[in-house]
């Protein structure tokens, strides 16, 4: 299976806890004022590239914790990625996700599109909402505005009433 991404950075400190190969989707429809990556919204631009391949070579590093993925909006190549998700976690990573949606609006969307939630299955910790650069604020891990939550998915796909989110300082001890 393949996915299409803008780039791959096979070793990241600042896209997630630990170090990280870090997954750049191509296509996003958020088109989000601000946003540091507006190369990866057209989703015909990018590259085509071999799941498979990208957990090989992830494999090359002993150092990797985990993968993000991020974009792009990851989740509009939900049936790809949560078999990269999958992958990944089979070979001994954690995930860390992004996207503009918020975890209500991807439950929400689940209903109608299973690949949603077969990603955040796959998912540990999710940084969710779009960027608001009104909400701008440098001083937050690993996100860009205050809106932007750090969601632990596991817990807040076992209660359906509540999103469960991570505190800071919990981080790089939860995930």
């Not at 993968?67 to 990944?88: V, Y």
């Not at 932007?148 to 807040?156: A, E, H, N």
Request: one cysteine or more; charged letters at 25%; hydrophobic letters at 40%.
């Amino acid at each position: 299976m393949t996915l299409r991404v803008s780039d791959i950075i096979w070793e990241s400190i600042v896209d997630g806890p630990g170090f990280r190969c870090a997954v750049f989707a191509q296509g996003c429809d958020h088109n989000c004022d601000g946003c540091h990556n507006p190369q990866t919204w057209n989703k015909y631009d990018g590259n085509s590239v071999d799941i498979d391949g990208i957990i090989q070579n992830m494999r090359k590093n002993p150092l990797l914790r985990g993968i993000t993925l991020s974009g792009g909006e990851p989740f509009m190549q939900a049936d790809a990625m949560a078999e990269l998700a999958r992958k990944a976690r089979a070979a001994g990573y954690d995930v860390v996700a992004y996207t503009g949606y918020t975890f209500d609006e991807l439950m929400e969307r689940s209903a109608c599109e299973p690949g949603i939630l077969a990603l955040l299955e796959q998912v540990d910790l999710l940084i969710d909402g779009p960027y608001d650069k009104h909400c701008r604020n440098l001083n937050l891990l690993f996100r860009g505005s205050e809106n932007q939550r750090l969601v632990d998915v596991k817990k807040s796909l076992m209660d359906k009433n509540e999103v469960f989110l991570v505190k800071e300082e919990d981080l790089f001890l939860q995930v």
